[in-house]
């Protein structure tokens, strides 16, 4: 049993370390989000798959909190069309990327 607990806490020490690495990506994506014009159907479905991805990967290490708030943005994705979709996709993404850029660091 203490094998199991020993090998986990491995596994989250890895998955931290990639933080800097997702922080980054998100940041990517938040530049690439201009408030003067709504997203593309292209860039809206590779943010909603990393996504996907990411809250995936941080509900399965614990990170329930982290996770709702991706799932939050896939739902903002998913409901909203038109220029303001950025307005409203912004707080949510920087909230994200800065947790992460916290958490790593």
């Not at 690495?21 to 479905?45: C, F, G, M």
């Not at 996907?52 to 739902?75: F, P």
């Not at 947790?99 to 790593?104: C, F, G, H, K, T």
Request: aromatic share 6%.
């Amino acid at each position: 049993m203490l094998q199991d607990s020993i090998q986990v806490q491995k596994l989250k020490r890895a998955y931290r370390a990639s933080f800097t690495e997702k922080s980054a990506e998100l940041s990517k994506v938040i530049d690439r989000l201009d408030a003067n014009s709504p997203p593309s159907d292209e860039l809206l479905q590779k943010i909603g798959e990393y996504l996907h991805k990411l809250a995936g990967s941080l509900a399965m290490y614990g990170y329930l909190e982290q996770a709702e708030t991706a799932q939050l943005v896939m739902n903002i994705i998913a409901s909203k069309t038109g220029p303001t979709l950025c307005i409203e996709l912004k707080p949510s993404l920087c909230e994200l990327r800065d947790w992460l850029y916290q958490e790593a660091n």
